[in-house]
């Protein structure tokens, strides 16, 4: 069965430091998405993303983040600079038409 | 702002009852609604999605939605010990077409 892949399973990186995560979305999906869930807490939207560009972002989602799809497997977020309140699972999603079925998530650290 | 809101639980069943999950969302023109499973430590897992009024069953799993008073649940017949996680219910629609947002989740454990 096909799945949402991520890496790496867990990230630890120095406050200030620039991380990527990586995902590859279900092969036919055409939606991708971005979702954060800090220990204890809810699981948070990020950013939407569809056609090469994002469709819809949340307040969280400001400067110090981005995504791509530089290929035609991988979709990447990439926090530039990171700081203490960053640390949290992040999940990649993807779906074709409304189901959204989640990858296993990285967890970051930031120390 | 947009809210789901679930029962945080913990719901303890014993194995073979019914577990009832219930959750309620404020946006009215919400038009997709979600049951995911969490394990701890884990990813959501998607269980089963509902659209319409009324009932939708899979297995084990029932779903129900009621648009009038903007309420979802869901139903777990048979409970097993393996049923024990988070069960997180998700909306999506309105202007956030892709955009789901998730409630806290209601813990439920079945025990033997």
């Known amino acids: 069965e096909p799945e949402v892949t991520q890496t790496p399973s867990h990230q630890v990186t120095q406050m200030g430091q620039e991380v990527i995560l990586r995902c590859v979305p279900i092969s036919n999906h055409l939606y991708f998405y971005w979702y954060r869930q800090i220990l204890g807490q809810k699981v948070e939207f990020l950013v939407s993303f569809y056609n090469n560009e994002i469709s819809e972002k949340s307040e969280i989602f400001d400067d110090q983040f981005s995504v791509e799809r530089p290929d035609g497997s991988n979709f990447t977020l990439k926090i530039r600079s990171t700081k203490l309140e960053d640390s949290a699972m992040y999940f990649c999603?993807?779906?074709?038409?409304?189901?959204?079925?989640f990858g296993p998530g990285t967890r970051l650290t930031v120390t | 702002q947009k809210e789901v809101e679930q029962n945080s639980g913990p719901l303890s069943v014993p194995e073979g009852a019914i577990a009832s999950l219930n959750c309620t969302y404020s946006d009215r023109v919400s038009q997709s609604f979600f049951w995911y499973r969490q394990y701890s430590g884990k990813s959501p897992e998607l269980i089963m999605s509902?659209?319409?009024?009324g009932d939708k069953e899979d297995g084990r799993f029932t779903a129900q939605l009621n648009k009038a008073s903007q309420y979802v649940s869901l139903l777990i017949r048979d409970s097993q010990p393996s049923d024990s996680a988070t069960y997180l219910c998700a909306v999506t629609g309105g202007t956030s077409y892709g955009k789901l947002t998730f409630g806290q989740g209601t813990i439920l454990t079945v025990h033997p």
């Open positions: 999603a993807s779906s074709g038409q409304y189901e959204q079925y």
């Open positions: 509902i659209y319409s009024n």
